[in-house]
């Protein structure tokens, strides 16, 4: 069964820049079809931020994020980073991996849902302050 956790979580002040990890474990790479960073504030529903095909990288971000946000991989490591600059105060949420495992889906939006992934980390509080 895959696991994963995520790390690099914290607070920062508004305009300033984190950068999440997220290590997967117990299972193979390859066996996963895409992974995603998600959010979700308090009162909100959790939201699709970034996505990559864990093969050939393709990558599909929140229009909320994009310019801003990168997500990237190491398949060597089995690890996704999600690379935060110019962080607002809206971006302030817990932020949690996830691994859809199997084949991917095609594309926004349908890979940017959380219901399409069925595996998740335990999340890591992002606060931004103004």
């Known amino acids: 069964q895959v696991q994963l956790v995520e790390s690099g979580g914290g607070s920062v002040q508004a305009g300033g820049s984190l950068r999440l990890s997220c290590a997967v474990s117990?299972?193979?790479?390859?066996?996963?079809?895409?992974m995603g960073w998600f959010r979700q504030a308090p009162g909100k529903e959790r939201e699709g931020v970034a996505t990559?095909?864990?093969?050939?990288?393709?990558?599909v971000y929140a229009d909320s994020v994009k310019g801003r946000f990168t997500i990237s991989q190491d398949n060597a490591k089995k690890t996704v980073y999600l690379q935060m600059n110019s962080l607002k105060p809206e971006d302030a949420a817990m932020y949690y991996c996830?691994?859809?495992?199997?084949?991917?889906?095609?594309?926004?939006?349908?890979?940017?849902?959380?219901?399409?992934?069925?595996?998740w980390g335990q999340g890591t509080q992002v606060t931004v302050s103004s």
């Open positions: 990559i095909y864990t093969t050939g990288g393709r990558t």
């Open positions: 117990r299972d193979s790479y390859s066996s996963i079809g895409s």
């Open positions: 996830a691994a859809l495992k199997g084949a991917p889906v095609p594309g926004a939006p349908r890979v940017l849902r959380p219901l399409e992934y069925n595996v």
